[in-house]
């Protein structure tokens, strides 16, 4: 993008370029699975938001990323300039086939990339892969303090329906849970096949 900053018509006085770097949601490749670790891992290491205190490596998120693409799920990246920036999934949300019409979802951005709209972008593409597999309802699970999640999943239309305090532990305290959820579609009924 250009943009000019004019005293008079024939004058230009200050030129600023701002150049968008080449940013792109995409389906991920098993390429991009030690930078889905090392998202992953920093959210392990220095927030609440991934309640596990063990990271993992390239091969553990490549059977992850296997598992969820046998399953028809979708993995997305967003890049920015050949880098992967973060990623996003869903996968079943509970095991029971009374369950298929409902998925969970993970959306991780690269710390350095935080603020820049990326978590957004990937939750939307995510909300638009979860309608076109023909799922019902898409929940979050997320740790009560983590607002910008909250308010992330709440202006993408996600509504509260559950909150349990004190339900998990991670840098010696309790954690609480807020569960939202997503109706992804406006049936009334489950289909008789699926």
Known sequence: M??????SIDNIIIIIILLRPDMSIRFARKADCAAIA?????????????????????DNRIA????????????LVSEED???????????WRSF?????????????????????????LLSRLIDEARDCGKHVMVAG?????QASLHLHQSLGFVVTAQMPQVGTKFGRWLDLTFMQLQLDERTEPDAIG
């Open 38 to 58: 090392e998202i992953y891992n920093h959210a392990v290491l220095y927030t609440a938001a991934i309640w596990n205190d063990q990271t993992v490596d390239a």
């Open 82 to 92: 050949s880098v992967v920036t973060g990623y996003a999934s869903f996968g079943d």
């Open 97 to 121: 086939d009374g369950f298929r019409h409902t998925v969970e979802h993970s959306v991780y951005v690269h710390p350095d990339h935080q603020g820049k709209g990326l978590g957004r972008k």
């Open 142 to 146: 997320i740790e009560s303090q983590n």
């Open 2 to 7: 250009l943009r000019a900053v004019f005293d």
């Open 64 to 75: 992850w990323f296997e598992a969820r693409t046998i399953a028809g799920y979708p993995v």
